[in-house]
Every structure is written in C-alpha cells, then in structure tokens.
C-alpha cells in the first residue's frame, strides 16, 4: 500500500477509492521493476485494503484484467529449480558443521534428506515412530506426504550406513542432553 500511496502521490492522484484506470497505470508501472507474482500480490492487498477502508471496488474491469494478462505475458513465468547436491556437496556440508548438539542434528538430517531424497518439508514431518532400525543396522523410513503424493500414501525409504551413524549419535547426544537437564 505504502508504495502504491507514494506512486500516487508523486503523480497528484487520490489513491482512494481505487479506479481501474489508475490501477492499470500502477500495473504497467510496477511490470517493469517487480515479478508477475509481486504485482498480483500488490493488487490483492490494494483490492483489499480498498474494502476496509469501506470503498466500493471498481477495479474488477475489462481494462485491469487485460492490463494483468498483457504483465504476465511480458514476465518469462519459467521456474527455476534449485541445483541438487553430489556426494561431495553433501560431505563437505556435513563437514562445516560445529561440534554442538544443533550440528549434531543437522548432519543426521543433512545425511537423512540425501539419501530419503526427501524435501525441507518431507524431513520435518518425520515422526520418530516413522523411523525402524532393520537387521543390517540401518534405518526404514516412511515418507506420509509430500508435494508429489498428497494421498498421503507415503513411501518407504533406505538410509546409509552414514545415516545409520549420524542419526545414532544424534539420538545418544539428544537423549542423554534432554536426561541432564531433567536431573539439575
């Protein structure tokens, strides 16, 4: 809002109540500097605050609909995806982290992420009881939902033997720091 009553008032326009022309001309403004999504966002928030301010919304035109087709259409929409890590990434990340209890718990779950393949999200969301040791030592898990299964069937996954090693000594340090501070 606060950008759209500063362009407003460099040009000597009331900002409210919203019009469709001085919308389109904020659109076609802000398409230069921002991303297509910042602009759709830029309009909700100014649609809405039109409303709590108790204005009718006269935005809802031809002419604002057109304005925002014609700024996705000059905005290259492509995602970018992020670049996955190697072997050696994924050491050298395991390597910089201190001797605490927090970096601990980020090698075992730096070490989990790689080998489960598992997202940000997908990782948090582990509970323990997800979690099983099998006979060769190593862990099972279960994935419940991610961003590609949202049934929620999940997918079993298979650690390292590095996994296997740092979860471990995560789980030793966690326990015997949780049961220190019980007794003081």
């Known amino acids: 809002m606060r950008a759209f009553v500063d362009w407003s ?22 398409q230069e500097k921002h991303s297509y999504s910042t602009v759709r966002r830029r309009i909700s928030a100014l649609r809405r605050i039109n409303k709590l301010l108790g204005f009718e919304d006269g ?19 492509d ?9 050696d990434i994924l050491v050298k990340m395991i390597e910089v982290q201190p001797d605490t209890l927090v970096g601990v718990r980020n090698r075992a779950l730096l070490s989990l992420g790689y080998d489960f393949l598992a997202r940000r999200s ?36 298979f650690d390292s033997a590095r996994s296997t090693k740092l979860f471990k000594k995560w789980l030793s340090q966690n326990l015997s720091d949780t049961a220190s501070h019980l007794y003081d």
Do not use: W
Request: aromatic share 6%; charged share 30%.
């Open 9 to 30: 008032e460099q040009r000597n326009i009331t900002p409210f109540p919203l019009i469709s022309s001085n919308l389109c001309n904020y659109i076609e403004f802000g």
């Open 79 to 87: 995602q970018k995806q992020a670049v996955g890590i190697n072997h």
């Open 59 to 77: 935005t809802h035109t031809e002419d604002v609909y057109l304005t925002i087709r014609r700024a996705k259409r000059s905005k290259c929409l």
């Open 122 to 157: 997908e990782l948090v969301a582990i509970r323990r009881d997800d979690l099983k040791f099998i006979p060769d030592g190593t862990l099972k898990g279960m994935i419940r939902k991610s961003k590609t299964n949202r049934c929620r069937k999940g997918r079993l996954v």
